[in-house]
Protein backbone atom coordinates (compact mmCIF):
# COMPACT_ATOMS: atom_id res chain seq x y z
CA UNK A 1 0.00 0.00 0.00
CA UNK A 2 1.51 3.67 -1.10
CA UNK A 3 -0.35 6.45 1.05
CA UNK A 4 1.37 9.87 0.33
CA UNK A 5 -0.04 12.91 2.86
CA UNK A 6 0.71 16.46 1.79
CA UNK A 7 -0.47 19.73 4.20
CA UNK A 8 -0.15 23.18 3.79
CA UNK A 9 -0.98 25.62 6.05
CA UNK A 10 -0.64 29.93 5.30
CA UNK A 11 -0.34 30.45 9.26
CA UNK A 12 2.34 29.33 10.35
CA UNK A 13 4.00 29.15 6.80
CA UNK A 14 4.45 25.69 5.92
CA UNK A 15 4.27 22.74 3.76
CA UNK A 16 4.78 19.07 4.28
CA UNK A 17 4.86 15.91 2.65
CA UNK A 18 4.73 12.27 4.63
CA UNK A 19 4.61 8.77 3.04
CA UNK A 20 5.56 5.30 3.48
CA UNK A 21 8.55 3.39 2.47
CA UNK A 22 6.78 1.29 0.80
CA UNK A 23 6.15 1.34 -3.15
CA UNK A 24 5.17 -0.04 -6.49
CA UNK A 25 7.80 -1.40 -9.01
CA UNK A 26 7.41 -1.61 -12.27
CA UNK A 27 9.41 -5.36 -13.48
CA UNK A 28 8.88 -6.61 -17.53
CA UNK A 29 6.05 -4.14 -17.71
CA UNK A 30 3.75 -5.50 -14.83
CA UNK A 31 3.35 -3.61 -11.34
CA UNK A 32 4.60 -5.40 -8.13
CA UNK A 33 5.10 -4.48 -4.59
CA UNK A 34 8.57 -3.86 -3.31
CA UNK A 35 7.73 -3.17 0.40
CA UNK A 36 11.44 -2.59 1.90
CA UNK A 37 12.78 0.69 2.14
CA UNK A 38 11.37 2.14 -1.29
CA UNK A 39 11.51 5.92 -0.70
CA UNK A 40 8.69 8.25 -2.46
CA UNK A 41 9.85 11.57 -1.67
CA UNK A 42 12.35 13.46 -3.43
CA UNK A 43 13.93 16.88 -2.82
CA UNK A 44 15.46 19.16 -5.16
CA UNK A 45 19.82 19.75 -4.58
CA UNK A 46 18.88 23.56 -4.61
CA UNK A 47 16.13 23.48 -1.32
CA UNK A 48 13.31 24.81 -3.13
CA UNK A 49 10.95 22.16 -3.53
CA UNK A 50 10.16 18.25 -3.13
CA UNK A 51 7.74 15.56 -4.62
CA UNK A 52 6.19 12.58 -3.05
CA UNK A 53 5.39 9.76 -6.09
CA UNK A 54 2.51 7.78 -6.11
CA UNK A 55 1.92 5.06 -9.45
CA UNK A 56 4.41 2.96 -11.03
CA UNK A 57 8.24 3.04 -11.03
CA UNK A 58 10.04 2.13 -13.50
CA UNK A 59 13.62 3.80 -15.27
CA UNK A 60 10.94 6.24 -17.22
CA UNK A 61 10.22 7.16 -13.60
CA UNK A 62 13.37 7.53 -12.26
CA UNK A 63 14.38 9.37 -15.46
CA UNK A 64 12.23 12.35 -14.74
CA UNK A 65 12.82 12.36 -10.79
CA UNK A 66 16.12 12.81 -11.65
CA UNK A 67 15.57 15.40 -13.88
CA UNK A 68 13.18 17.33 -11.40
CA UNK A 69 15.93 17.03 -8.67
CA UNK A 70 18.72 17.98 -10.80
CA UNK A 71 17.07 21.08 -11.63
CA UNK A 72 16.49 20.32 -15.46
CA UNK A 73 13.64 21.18 -15.21
CA UNK A 74 12.48 24.26 -14.59
CA UNK A 75 9.93 23.35 -11.63
CA UNK A 76 9.04 27.37 -10.53
CA UNK A 77 7.96 27.21 -14.13
CA UNK A 78 5.64 24.58 -13.03
CA UNK A 79 4.47 25.62 -9.82
CA UNK A 80 3.65 29.25 -11.77
CA UNK A 81 1.94 27.85 -14.79
CA UNK A 82 0.11 24.95 -13.51
CA UNK A 83 1.20 22.49 -16.41
CA UNK A 84 3.75 19.85 -15.88
CA UNK A 85 4.08 18.68 -19.60
CA UNK A 86 7.35 16.49 -18.68
CA UNK A 87 4.54 14.33 -16.42
CA UNK A 88 1.40 14.71 -19.30
CA UNK A 89 4.10 13.15 -21.43
CA UNK A 90 5.45 10.27 -19.35
CA UNK A 91 1.58 9.35 -19.07
CA UNK A 92 0.67 9.34 -22.47
CA UNK A 93 3.28 6.97 -23.56
CA UNK A 94 1.73 4.09 -20.73
CA UNK A 95 -1.78 4.50 -21.64
CA UNK A 96 -1.61 1.88 -24.25
CA UNK A 97 -2.76 0.94 -27.34
CA UNK A 98 -6.20 0.36 -27.06
CA UNK A 99 -7.65 0.64 -23.83
CA UNK A 100 -6.08 3.08 -20.47
CA UNK A 101 -3.74 1.03 -18.43
CA UNK A 102 -4.40 3.31 -15.35
CA UNK A 103 -1.96 1.05 -12.96
CA UNK A 104 0.88 2.43 -14.64
CA UNK A 105 -0.06 6.25 -14.20
CA UNK A 106 2.36 8.28 -11.95
CA UNK A 107 0.87 11.17 -10.35
CA UNK A 108 3.37 13.61 -7.58
CA UNK A 109 2.51 16.00 -4.34
CA UNK A 110 4.41 19.10 -5.13
CA UNK A 111 5.71 21.19 -2.21
CA UNK A 112 7.70 24.21 -2.83
CA UNK A 113 9.34 27.54 -0.97
CA UNK A 114 9.22 29.46 -3.40
CA UNK A 115 9.63 33.97 -2.91
CA UNK A 116 8.62 33.34 0.68
CA UNK A 117 5.35 31.45 0.32
CA UNK A 118 5.39 27.79 0.83
CA UNK A 119 2.48 25.88 -1.66
CA UNK A 120 0.99 22.11 -2.06
CA UNK A 121 0.10 21.20 -5.21
CA UNK A 122 -1.45 17.87 -6.88
CA UNK A 123 0.38 17.10 -10.40
CA UNK A 124 -2.26 14.83 -11.99
CA UNK A 125 -1.41 12.44 -14.04
CA UNK A 126 -2.23 14.46 -17.73
CA UNK A 127 -0.02 17.57 -16.51
CA UNK A 128 -2.33 19.91 -14.47
CA UNK A 129 -1.02 20.85 -11.55
CA UNK A 130 -3.69 22.13 -8.57
CA UNK A 131 -3.12 24.38 -5.22
CA UNK A 132 -4.33 22.45 -2.17
CA UNK A 133 -4.76 22.64 1.22
CA UNK A 134 -4.96 19.17 2.37
CA UNK A 135 -4.32 15.82 0.18
CA UNK A 136 -3.39 12.23 -0.45
CA UNK A 137 -2.33 9.43 -3.38
CA UNK A 138 -1.72 6.26 -3.47
CA UNK A 139 -3.47 3.30 -2.90
CA UNK A 140 -4.35 4.31 0.92
CA UNK A 141 -5.83 7.37 0.16
CA UNK A 142 -9.34 6.73 1.58
CA UNK A 143 -7.81 5.43 5.15
CA UNK A 144 -6.00 8.58 5.10
CA UNK A 145 -9.58 10.72 4.70
CA UNK A 146 -10.96 8.11 7.35
CA UNK A 147 -8.22 10.00 9.48
CA UNK A 148 -8.91 13.24 8.23
CA UNK A 149 -12.78 13.39 8.78
CA UNK A 150 -12.70 12.05 12.46
CA UNK A 151 -10.28 14.37 13.20
CA UNK A 152 -12.65 17.19 11.85
CA UNK A 153 -15.18 15.35 13.68
CA UNK A 154 -13.29 15.42 16.95
CA UNK A 155 -12.20 19.61 16.70
CA UNK A 156 -15.66 20.49 15.98
CA UNK A 157 -17.06 18.51 18.96
CA UNK A 158 -14.11 20.87 20.77
CA UNK A 159 -14.77 24.04 19.86
CA UNK A 160 -16.61 24.87 22.53
CA UNK A 161 -13.37 24.69 24.71
CA UNK A 162 -11.21 26.72 22.14
CA UNK A 163 -9.97 29.82 23.35
CA UNK A 164 -9.29 33.22 21.23
CA UNK A 165 -5.95 32.66 21.31
CA UNK A 166 -5.66 28.64 19.88
CA UNK A 167 -2.62 29.09 17.20
CA UNK A 168 -1.96 25.90 15.12
CA UNK A 169 1.46 24.96 15.39
CA UNK A 170 3.56 23.72 12.97
CA UNK A 171 4.30 20.75 15.17
CA UNK A 172 0.52 19.78 15.06
CA UNK A 173 0.45 19.75 11.23
CA UNK A 174 3.57 17.27 11.33
CA UNK A 175 2.14 14.58 13.49
CA UNK A 176 -1.75 14.86 11.87
CA UNK A 177 0.27 14.14 8.72
CA UNK A 178 2.70 10.99 9.78
CA UNK A 179 -0.90 10.17 11.79
CA UNK A 180 -2.45 9.67 8.73
CA UNK A 181 0.17 7.46 6.94
CA UNK A 182 0.50 5.02 10.25
CA UNK A 183 -3.63 4.50 10.62
CA UNK A 184 -3.40 3.54 6.56
CA UNK A 185 -0.69 1.52 7.48
CA UNK A 186 -2.92 -0.71 9.86
CA UNK A 187 -4.90 -2.67 6.95
CA UNK A 188 -1.43 -3.61 5.30
CA UNK A 189 0.99 -5.72 7.28
CA UNK A 190 3.69 -5.60 4.21
CA UNK A 191 3.37 -1.35 4.71
CA UNK A 192 6.04 0.00 6.81
CA UNK A 193 8.34 2.92 7.25
CA UNK A 194 7.59 6.57 7.85
CA UNK A 195 9.12 9.33 5.71
CA UNK A 196 8.39 13.59 6.02
CA UNK A 197 9.47 16.58 4.22
CA UNK A 198 8.69 19.67 5.96
CA UNK A 199 8.74 23.16 3.84
CA UNK A 200 8.96 26.68 5.33
CA UNK A 201 10.10 30.05 3.64
CA UNK A 202 13.56 29.42 4.98
CA UNK A 203 14.48 26.22 3.55
CA UNK A 204 13.47 22.47 3.23
CA UNK A 205 13.98 19.80 6.04
CA UNK A 206 14.33 15.98 5.37
CA UNK A 207 13.64 13.79 8.19
CA UNK A 208 14.29 10.64 6.06
CA UNK A 209 16.80 9.80 8.91
CA UNK A 210 14.90 10.93 11.75
CA UNK A 211 12.01 8.55 11.24
CA UNK A 212 12.00 4.50 11.88
CA UNK A 213 8.93 2.33 13.22
CA UNK A 214 10.93 1.61 16.42
CA UNK A 215 10.38 4.10 19.10
CA UNK A 216 7.86 6.11 16.89
CA UNK A 217 7.04 8.30 19.49
CA UNK A 218 10.64 9.20 21.05
CA UNK A 219 11.42 10.40 17.01
CA UNK A 220 7.89 12.68 16.66
CA UNK A 221 8.90 13.89 19.86
CA UNK A 222 12.65 14.55 18.62
CA UNK A 223 11.29 16.25 15.13
CA UNK A 224 8.57 18.46 16.70
CA UNK A 225 10.65 20.27 18.63
CA UNK A 226 13.32 21.53 15.89
CA UNK A 227 9.79 23.50 15.16
CA UNK A 228 9.52 24.50 18.45
CA UNK A 229 9.43 28.66 18.97
Known amino acids: MTTVVGISHEDPNVALLAADRQGTIMLEGRAQEKSMGHRKLFLDKDGNYALGHSGAYDEKTAELIEKIQSGKIDMKAVVESGKFEELRELNLGRLGRKTPDLERMSSFLLISRYDGKTRLQTCWPLGDVENRGLTYIGS ?44 AQMIDIHSSGLDLVVATPEGLKDHETSLSDDFFARKLKTICRDYKK
Open 140 to 183: GSQRAAEYFNARKTLSQTRDYRRLKNDKTEIADIIVAGLEAVRY
